[in-house]
């Protein structure tokens, strides 16, 4: 497929015009020359497309009982229709505004979802992803509190533990085992790892006492639908994967950072914020604001390097709920809640002992009777991706709306299966 | 308020709610007391159409590469093509989950690893890690990876040294791994100078962090001097693949000495903006630095059948995603390269030709701070039309139904319009952004009060940036009562 | 405009001599020597060049500086600005009214628009600053 325009005529005319022989000669002769690369014979847009299906195909396609920081939430069908639009989808970020007032005001109603259902007071406009976002926040108190480590409760996604360990290696933070001076921030994820519900507000007093900030992060934010925002209980800061909300599993990719806080961090707060202003006739628009705390500005004084957001996904965010608006947002959760503890329960009765403690979401951590890879290898059989194995015994099972009781009765009997 | 008003373009999606209370029922289901409820959600309930339209209407007062050029000066705003769409979309890889175990996502490991062999073989680099979501962490990891690199070798390195033509994301980089950034400045032909490379570079110098061909859009012309220098002092070479879309083909970055690089999978790799994201930064090193990559790590199995995924590197600096990064980008990316193969050089060689025949025809307009030939962009100075010009330019082109170019950057050009047109443009789409921007220089001798206050053909004029900041109004606030 | 009562009479406390020893930094921060120490903001070059500020984040009052080190940002729509401390010594009162009134560092940079009042360790250090002729030099050269 060629996405070139030229004809051969152009071509001729406009080094006619620049007053070259070749393309060649526009390259200085300091720059060393690559022999041609070795990428094969180029594809018509049929054989791309058959190529492409035929790595698909190599997939399995299964009903998804798995979370662990992607969630497998319908799609409204209309999200696809409208991002697919070019005036979003090839626009980039909206430096000029009066030509982006579409995408602005996306992420403006964006930021104001984030707010409402995290219970904070300003959301910035998206970060790349659920972990980033975390390893982001605590940048930001560090930045905030000039304390050098940050403690961690227990039940944090351990893949997000991994990327917080990384960045603070870079940043010279410490990872501290108790809540002692030095200690910026305290992070509890709700629900944690394993599931469980918890209440921030033990824990965001203490971090308070300590003269700490409390980061709230939200593993499913569907559950945000039912539980009491983490804004309410004393969070400084909330962060957490938008994914749930209309966006592709994708083998993990691309997902959606978003991060909120109370109004007295907002000047620290990374990434794009838009913001409602006036026209000179006085109608109102959007703009990107609060832009000297960005990296392109402040260079070697900005609190983040972070560049752009996630704009789409944001946009695919933003329609998603309101798609779905305050009962459907409410009806999915509390589906994904009714199903996963019935499942629990199917799964009690075979042998399958709970060990997510107290009260728990969508998702639940089992010990398994027999080891957890020969269960999972059964259920994949029988088209079902059972969750995954966080040890030999050990089984963390999910459900959203999408998992049908008669697929849950299967699992239950599958996974009980010798 | 009435049905009208609220029909009136601009409101918010908040704005049309079909009952305004978010009380919520806490009885229902029998999850009371479980855990502590919510006992407000104030979303708006709306239905299916009137959230197409609200959308439909936004979209159509944005502006995409779709709409006409969008000559954004290292931003790479080519064509999308729309297949890649459909290849992301597909059930088989959308609907895969990250934890299905490898035996079951063959074809998506596969994906990965063919990207990164071809991304290995333009840039000359021996290992690829697709974990960075977006250029900007790509090098936030180099810089890890470089820091845990001299802490293995029991070497303290302080300095990083950026021409002052750099991005702000690379000394913002550097601070965010609590190096100090050393500027060095251009030289008259626009290249890092020199002399002030040798007095910045030293045994405490980590890395040089190089874009190349640099903002102002030209070919780093001492590459070879600073290369032999930086290997002198132990130093590492890293450079910002922003503007790769300057070599496919051309010049191999490992070649050119570089020791790390990062890719912007959707400047150079065609994968579209979205309105600033997703994206993708991969980052390519040379193998002795390899095992410093995040885990995990994509790898084929001894058969040469099968893929897996290996998090068994003891010297990884971790990882930087949840998952292993933006993977329907990944997808978007090597359909772009496949469609390509080999004769991907004609991306290069035509963005060259387009930029430099595109400066050919507006050079007499405005001045051009350094005169040589352009690679796949460049950088003219409005400033003889006095202070804002740059700014009152672009907002009249959007007058004329074009994008503006980059304003105000690179910070060492004054008045700057920083212009990239890509290779997907044709000549006569050239020649009429080059005639508009003739015409605007004309008007801004004859006529400068109608620049001061352009847009006028827009929906909404210029906007206050200054309100915007100072009297914050960052969300829509439900209404009291 | 808004400042407090405090504040008010300890900018009528500065006497007249000093106001005419007004010093300057090649950083465009202006420091006027007091009785009981100093009183430091930008010029009105330094605000001009920045444009319309929105907001300013001021050090704490009890910290000490180091002459040179940042201990304020000042941010405009479009670039952001360190002020730097222009002596060794201790902050002691913070103009306190830019939280909520930035645009006073554009309106009266000289008098409402000061940033901060510091006790300097050695008042020899006012001495090596530019004098009003050497500054309008420096502002002068950077204009052309």
């Known amino acids: 497929m060629n996405y070139i325009p030229h004809t051969r005529e152009h071509v001729s005319e406009m080094l006619t015009a620049i007053g070259c022989r070749t393309v060649d000669e526009l390259v200085p002769g300091q720059v060393p020359r690559a022999a041609r690369l070795d990428l094969g014979d180029p594809m018509s847009e049929m054989e791309v497309v058959s190529y492409i299906e035929s790595l698909a195909a190599k997939n399995a396609q299964t009903k998804c009982f798995a979370g662990g920081g992607s969630y497998d939430h319908y799609i409204p069908s209309a999200i696809g229709h409208i991002v697919l639009r070019g005036e979003f989808l090839t626009a980039y970020t909206p430096y000029q505004a009066e030509a982006s007032q579409g995408v602005l005001q996306a992420l403006y109603e964006y930021q104001s979802y984030i707010c409402l259902l995290t219970g904070m007071d300003v959301s910035n406009a998206s970060l790349y992803d659920g972990a980033s976002a975390l390893a982001e926040a605590v940048l930001l108190a560090h930045s905030y509190t000039k304390r050098r480590s940050v403690f961690v409760d227990g039940g944090l996604n351990p893949a997000y533990l991994q990327v917080l360990r990384t960045y603070c290696e870079g940043a010279d933070i410490f990872i501290s085992d108790a809540i002692n001076d030095d200690v910026a921030c305290v992070i509890q994820q709700t629900p944690a790892f394993d599931g469980s519900i918890k209440d921030p507000t033990h824990m965001a007093e203490k971090a308070h006492r300590n003269g700490s900030l409390f980061i709230s992060c939200i593993s499913d934010p569907t559950s945000l639908a039912i539980m009491r925002p983490p804004g309410e209980a004393g969070a400084d800061i909330v962060t957490g994967e938008g994914q749930s909300f209309g966006i592709p599993k994708s083998f993990g990719g691309p997902c959606l950072g978003f991060m909120a806080v109370r109004s007295a961090l907002t000047k620290k707060l990374p990434g794009r914020i838009v913001g409602a202003t006036q026209d000179g006739s006085g109608r109102r628009g959007f703009v990107l604001t609060l832009q000297a705390r960005e990296q392109f500005i402040r260079r070697e004084r900005a609190t983040s390097n972070i560049t752009t957001n996630q704009t789409l996904l944001a946009l695919s965010a933003t329609i998603y709920l309101a798609l779905l608006g305050r009962t459907g947002l409410r009806s999915v959760a509390h589906t994904s809640y009714r199903r996963a503890h019935r499942l629990q329960q199917m799964l009690h009765t075979r042998g399958f002992r709970t060990i997510t403690p107290g009260p728990f979401y969508n998702e639940f951590l089992v010990e398994t009777p027999r080891p957890a890879a020969d269960i999972l290898e059964r259920l994949q059989r029988c088209g079902i991706l059972g969750g995954i194995a966080v040890d030999d015994r050990r089984l963390l099972i999910c459900c959203t709306e999408k998992n049908t009781i008669p697929d849950m009765e299967t699992y239950a009997r599958e996974a009980s299966m010798q | ?481 | 405009m808004g400042l407090s009562a405090t504040e008010n009479s300890f900018l009528k406390k500065m006497p007249k001599s000093a106001l005419l020893a007004r010093r300057y930094t090649e950083e465009h921060e202006w420091v006027d020597a007091i009785d009981d120490g100093i009183i430091v903001g930008i010029t009105e070059f330094a605000q001009d060049q920045l444009g319309d500020v929105v907001s300013v984040e001021l050090p704490e009052v009890g910290v000490s500086y180091r002459h040179n080190d940042a201990m304020a940002i000042i941010d405009s729509v479009k670039t952001s600005t360190d002020v730097y401390s222009p002596v060794d010594g201790r902050v002691t009162h913070v103009n306190e009214n830019l939280l909520s009134q930035p645009e006073l560092i554009n309106k009266s940079p000289y008098q409402d628009g000061w940033i901060v009042k510091m006790v300097p360790e050695n008042r020899a250090q006012l001495d090596s600053m530019l004098t009003q002729d050497q500054y309008d030099e420096l502002v002068g050269s950077a204009e052309k």
């Open chain 2, 1 to 481: 308020m009435t049905a009208q008003d609220k029909a009136t373009p601009g409101n918010l999606i908040f704005d049309y709610d079909q009952a305004n209370t978010g009380h919520v029922h806490t009885d229902e289901d029998g999850i009371k007391d479980q855990f502590p409820e919510r006992d407000c959600l104030p979303l708006p309930n709306v239905s299916e159409m009137q959230v197409i339209r609200h959308y439909t209407e936004l979209s159509r007062k944005n502006y995409g590469i779709d709409t006409g050029i969008y000559p954004l000066g290292s931003c790479t705003m080519k064509y999308n093509p729309r297949v890649n769409e459909d290849m992301a979309r597909l059930p088989g890889f959308a609907g895969m989950h990250p934890h299905a175990p490898p035996s079951h996502a063959q074809g998506a490991l596969e994906v990965m690893w063919e990207l990164q062999e071809a991304l290995k073989e333009i840039t000359g680099m021996d290992a690829f890690s697709l974990q960075p979501a977006a250029g900007s962490q790509g090098e936030l990891l180099g810089v890890m990876i470089a820091k845990r690199y001299f802490a293995d070798m029991g070497e303290r390195r302080t300095r990083i040294i950026i021409p002052d033509s750099a991005h702000g994301t690379n000394p913002a980089t550097a601070a965010t791994c609590r190096f100090q950034t050393v500027t060095v400045r251009s030289d008259e032909r626009g290249n890092m100078d020199l002399d002030g490379f040798r007095q910045a570079i030293g045994d405490d110098v980590a890395v040089v962090m190089i874009t190349n061909p640099n903002t102002l859009g030209f070919y780093e012309e001492h590459l070879q001097e600073i290369t032999d220098l930086s290997r002198k002092h132990g130093t590492l070479l890293y450079c910002d693949g922003a503007n790769m879309n300057a070599m496919l083909g051309i010049s191999k970055p490992a070649e050119q000495g570089f020791d790390m690089m990062h890719l912007n999978l959707h400047k150079t790799f065609s994968t579209p903006h979205g309105g600033g994201g997703p994206g993708g930064g991969a980052l390519g090193v040379r193998s002795f630095l390899e095992e410093y990559l995040p885990v995990p790590r994509v790898v084929r199995n001894d058969s040469g059948h099968t893929f897996d995924l290996d998090y068994n590197h003891e010297k990884s600096v971790g990882r930087v995603h949840s998952f292993y990064g933006n993977f329907g980008i990944m997808l978007r990316a090597l359909a772009y390269i496949k469609s390509w193969g080999s004769d991907i050089v004609n991306v290069s060689e035509t963005a060259l030709l387009n930029a430099n025949y595109l400066l050919g025809l507006i050079r007499g307009s405005f001045d051009v701070p350094y005169d040589r030939r352009c690679a796949h962009e460049f950088v003219v100075s409005t400033r003889r039309f006095g202070e804002k010009s740059a700014l009152n330019i672009a907002k009249r082109m959007i007058d004329y139904g074009l994008h503006p170019p980059t304003v105000y950057f690179p910070l060492i050009v004054k008045e700057a319009l920083m212009i990239e047109p890509t290779e997907t443009e044709s000549k006569e789409t050239l020649d009429r952004l080059a005639g508009a921007l003739a015409y605007i220089a004309n008007e801004m001798n004859q006529n400068p009060d109608i620049l001061d206050g352009a847009p006028h053909t827009t929906a909404i004029g210029r906007l206050d940036e200054v309100m915007a900041a100072r009297r914050l109004d960052l969300r829509w606030r439900p209404p009291k009562g």
